[in-house]
């Protein structure tokens, strides 16, 4: 059996708008339900532990998917969302991988987090498969390879666009754009047509450009332990 964790944000502010933020639904629920029903033991952390903040416009109607409505249905997974473990309580060699789902929430806090950071060094270091989705990708922002460049350098990777973030009008809220600091670590960036499932794979670094990307980034990681050695 698989262990995953899954990593999420404790940051709950949108800049200085007044406005809520945080993880988006639709991002953790298809990924989680895609390690559940794949027999994976999953495991919830953010930096402050306890409740993770939603991002209440991914709680709207429209934002709403077979696996968010499993998710309103679920006591269980409802409950191990309430309580996550503190990151720096997490020891990354009890897991196989990481997934970070996106919403803005991680921009302000795991981008910056040392927990985190130190989290997704050892990971990368021991050639385990990192997935990161959305606005997640901007977790990699300050992650270091053993040799000291970023492991964004020289990677093929994809992550929420400049334009889909045109789009919901946060271009001047965010603390940096996604698309453009992927670039700007090295990154050989694409991209798919705003709002559609794209996902990209190089070696165990494996990224998603947008919430219809969740549901895929999640397989593609599995299929990514499959072909690692597993003890």
Known sequence: M??????????DQLGDTGQKTGFWL?????PYYVFVDAGAEITLASPKGGQPPLDPKSDQPDAQTEAT????????AQMALADTVPLGEIDPYDFDAVFYPGGHGPLWDLAQDKDSITLLEAFYAANK???????????????????GTSVIDGKRVTGFTNSEEHAVGL?????????????AQGGEYSKAADWSS?????????TGQNP????ATAEALLKRLAKEPHA
Do not use: N, W
Not at 69 to 76: A, K, V
């Open 198 to 206: 794209y996902v990209i794979e190089d070696d165990h670094l494996i």
């Open 129 to 147: 498969p990192i997935a990161a989705v959305c606005h997640a990708p901007g977790v990699l922002k300050r992650v270091k390879a053993p040799d």
């Open 171 to 183: 271009t001047d809220v965010v603390p940096f754009l996604v698309e453009d600091m992927l670039k």
């Open 212 to 215: 219809a990307s969740s549901h």
């Open 26 to 30: 639709e991002e953790f629920a298809a």
């Open 2 to 11: 698989y262990k995953i964790l899954m990593v999420l944000t404790s940051h």
């Open 69 to 76: 409505e499993r998710f309103r249905g679920d006591t269980q």
